[in-house]
């Protein structure tokens, strides 16, 4: 199912309501679906039902399974070395893996729509469907040169026929060849910045995606904003590998994203960019890869790249999701902490743990929800019990602002 038929079965329910009978024809709603397990004889008709309500029995297993687990833990000196080359394992993990191992995240429109400017959602709650496919289809529709098209329009109209764009910098030509032809052989890098800019300030929309991987998210957004003018997709990931990977994708275009390496847990490291002029950052399975002590640490700084109204969106692993369940002795490096066998490690959280994370960090809560599934292999006939959080926190807007030249002062950014 391609992202505009599931978008529009978005905009055509509401969001709070769960569906009573379950027809298996009908498309999902958010949040977090509506395929209801209402039969357990039919567990076997699809590979995934959505919000499973756990017995008390099964929870007290789960927890026992858990507790179980957890009682012998990794050496000291292990826990120093996973911690201190953490980069190294995700490096080879993609090594091996490259760009195969996850698929591409295309539910991400449905759950997160706030990736979107603003004018595009309700552009396309507005449009007709057939009009939507047409514009937007994102399994053979994205066209480079249409999207070039788009945002050579949109420099052209902000910035005079004049100007010129390489790498996320925008500059007149006249500016462009005094650069070129310097005599004093000034370093091009320090000139551009001086006439104006970072990666994508010409942006009026920005995103953000930490841990971008091999680009399971990065891809299917930019087959959407290639055809949104204004927009900009940062992403960054600590493993070098990992970047590029993104940056060899033949559908990567430095126009309208920046990829580049970067640790989240090193306060001390400057984004490509200034402070709070992100609208959204996304953050999807990833915390859970971070030590549990610099969790807080990383939520703070990121809060700060938000603008006033930014949001957060975050989904990551659940307390007692069958993936921790399954870890043998031996594993575990401190509590709901373990390290798999390649040497990454995965955290399993509690909503609650995130909204006392976010809270601290001085973001509003606008969900918080434990996303419970069953997943099967109809194959083997084999049940798992699956446990997501799913949260979406907002920066507050400003209370008050003297007069909009010293807003535009503040955030001069937009």
């Known amino acids: 199912m391609n992202f505009i038929t599931r978008f529009s079965a978005l905009c055509l329910r509401r969001k709070s309501k769960i569906q009573q009978s379950h027809q298996s024809s009908r498309r999902p709603a958010v949040p977090l679906g509506s395929r209801i397990l209402t039969d357990p004889s039919k567990v076997f008709e699809h590979n995934m039902w959505d919000h499973m309500q756990w017995s008390q029995e099964e929870e007290e297993q789960a927890k026992e399974k858990a507790a179980e687990n957890s009682l012998e833990k990794v050496q000291l000196e292990d826990q120093d070395k996973y ?6 394992y995700w490096n080879e993990f993609y090594k091996t893996h490259r760009n195969n191992f996850f698929k591409d995240r295309n539910w991400l429109f449905l759950e997160f729509p706030e990736i979107l400017p603003e004018k595009m959602r309700q552009q396309l709650k507005t449009e007709d469907r057939s009009s939507e496919h047409t514009k937007i289809n994102t399994t053979n529709s994205f066209s480079h040169k249409n999207g070039m098209k788009e945002r050579e329009k949109y420099w052209k109209k902000s910035y005079g026929d004049d100007s010129t764009f390489a790498q996320g910098y925008v500059y007149n030509k006249n500016q462009s060849k005094s650069v070129a032809d310097n005599p004093q052989n000034q ?29 399971n998210s990065v891809f299917p957004i930019l087959k959407v904003i290639c055809n949104t003018p204004g927009t900009f997709l940062y992403c960054c990931d600590f493993a070098s ?20 390496v970067h640790d989240v847990c090193d306060d001390a490291l400057p984004y490509p960019f200034p402070d709070e002029i992100l609208d959204v950052i996304l953050l999807v399975f990833v ?14 700084r990121l809060a700060k790249l938000l603008k006033p109204g930014g949001m957060l969106l975050f989904r990551d692993y659940g307390r007692y999701d069958t ?92």
Request: net charge positive; glycine share 8%.
């Open 323 to 414: 993936a921790q369940l399954r870890f043998k002795k031996g594993h575990c490096l401190s509590e709901n902490f373990y390290v798999r066998g390649d040497g990454t490690r995965v955290y399993f959280f509690t909503k609650d743990e995130i909204w006392n994370m976010f809270n601290l960090a001085g973001l509003t809560e606008v969900q918080n929800l434990v996303d419970r599934r069953l997943q099967v292999n109809r194959k083997k006939k084999v049940k798992m019990q699956r446990v997501w959080v799913q949260s979406k926190f907002q920066k507050p807007l400003l209370l008050s602002v003297n007069n909009s030249e010293e807003a535009m002062k503040k955030y001069p950014y937009g």
């Open 241 to 260: 590998g990992a970047v590029e990977l993104v940056k060899s994708h033949s559908s990567y275009n430095s126009a309208w994203c920046s990829a580049f």
């Open 83 to 88: 911690e201190r080359e953490a980069s190294k």
């Open 187 to 215: 370093n091009c890098e320090e000139e551009v910045g001086r006439l104006e800019s970072f990666p994508g300030s010409d942006a009026t929309y920005r995103i953000l995606e930490v841990g971008c991987g091999a680009g």
């Open 287 to 300: 915390l859970s890869t971070i030590h549990p002590d610099r969790m807080q640490g990383v939520i703070n």
